[in-house]
């Protein structure tokens, strides 16, 4: 008991008020009957003396009805003290509690920079104003990160749209053959095929950012890398690489939980941005493996490779690796976040046999009950 009125968080700073207002209740209280009691006491003393003799029960029946009075004209005056002392002290102790609350609505959208003064509070105050800090933390680092996106985004779609309206401006102005306007169209057409590119991948990036609240099944690895495969091959031989695959026939059932489609399309992100940067002729190789609870998805190529200060980069939205020419920067950074929300990781190393990049996704397995 001692160590909760001494505590100095909420409860603790309530305890000592509220015990301090009920001792000024009581106080006054008493305060109150003994001055009406003494000042009857004078009254009787000056007036006339009781004869010797008087019966007992006549004194005790004065005196309790002195006691009586006392203590009618002693309760309200008690009774004001002690509302009014609840009242200071509900006010004393909720202070810090109410200055927090009114900086928290001081804090606008537009100044996610403010933050509450933690000095300012203790016990369990100081972990409400360190907890919403924290808040406001990843709130204006989220705004901030849209923001950029935005940015990024608008620069993405501005640059071939100015392209083609420029293109088709300065066509009409001049005499064209109908060869010269197949070609403009052409052209018109791949920027307009990359802008539904660019928003395909937008619509990835946001449906892995939401991954993590996504129905989760059962996914065979091996199933869904084998189909995939397939699908790649066409693209990797158009592109003079070679596709390689190991480990799949001898990985039995490896099951992870999870979406299918989105691991499948992390996967073919890592898998195209190899093709890309393979080489020509160039080789690809995609490996599975498992240990200690883990399935293990190794991506390797034989292009220059990724330097060390960029490893970690490439996987944020809009970021291309130096010399990197094409793309919207979108599809490493759609791979991380659906791994992510499966509970794996991705990181990209050196590849020891191909000498290019190795990109390794690693996934829990699912471990399931017998039946």
Known sequence: MSGWLRGNDLSGRVARWTAAAALMGIVTFAGAMWTVLVIESNEEEAGDQEEEGTDLEELEEEAGEGILWAMLLAAPPSLAMAIGGAVWASRRAFAPLHAVTRAAREITAAD???????????????????????????????????????????????????????????????????????????????????????????????????????????????????ALIEQTRPRARQAGVELEVHGLDDAGELVVAGSAPLLRGAVANILDNAIKHGGQPGRVRLSLTAAAGRVCIRVDDGGPGLAAGERERVFEPFVRATGEVGGFGIGLAVARRSVQAHGGTIRVDDSPELGGASFVIALPTLVEQAD
């Open 112 to 226: 996610l920079q403010r933050r509450i003064e933690v000095a300012d509070t203790d016990g369990d105050l100081r972990e409400l104003a360190t907890a919403f800090n924290d808040l406001l933390e990843r709130l204006d680092a989220g705004v901030a990160a849209l923001d950029r996106h935005a940015t990024d985004v608008s620069h993405e779609i501005r640059t071939p749209l100015a392209v083609s309206i420029a293109e088709l401006e300065v066509s009409l102005r001049q005499e064209r053959s109908p060869e010269q306007w197949q070609a403009q169209a052409q052209r018109t057409l791949d920027d307009l095929r990359g802008l539904a590119g660019l928003a395909d991948g937008l619509l990835a990036l946001a449906r892995s950012s939401v991954g993590a609240g996504m129905p989760r099944g059962r996914v065979v690895i091996a199933e869904e890398l084998a």
